[in-house]
């Protein structure tokens, strides 16, 4: 019923930028909310940032506080990840979410490799 694409991805020196974005497919969308998470090798998926649909209240993770902002476009049901000075440990893969309430994540995107180099 929705399918979920990440784009924006690839490769970037230590303090460069990037912006992600996650398109929402589907006859029927009414999501919550969305947002992004990342895997990196070895390491368990974490939470990255989250937007209330209707309101546009974020969330992001100590990690990336400061450097990363999450917004949205709810007309072309696209949710963006704004990465700014970049970090080796933020190479990872990124994940966009779905989620029909307030607790769930119910639609996952297939990913997007982001790698940061020295």
């Known amino acids: 019923q929705v399918q979920l694409l990440e784009s924006g991805g690839g490769l970037v020196q230590a303090g460069g930028s990037l912006r992600l974005s996650c398109t929402a497919s589907g006859r029927t969308f009414g999501p919550y909310r969305m947002g992004w998470f990342r895997q990196a090798p070895g390491k368990e998926r974490e939470f990255v940032a989250r937007?209330?649909?209707?309101?546009?209240?974020?969330a992001h993770a100590d990690s990336v506080k400061g450097r990363f902002t999450i917004s949205r476009d709810n007309a072309k049901n696209t949710v963006y990840l704004q990465m700014n000075s970049l970090k080796l440990e933020d190479t990872a893969v990124y994940y966009c979410?779905?989620?029909?309430?307030?607790?769930?994540?119910?639609?996952w995107g297939q990913g997007t490799q982001v790698s940061v180099s020295s």
């Open positions: 979410a779905a989620g029909r309430y307030a607790a769930t994540w119910d639609y």
């Open positions: 937007i209330n649909w209707s309101s546009g209240s974020t």
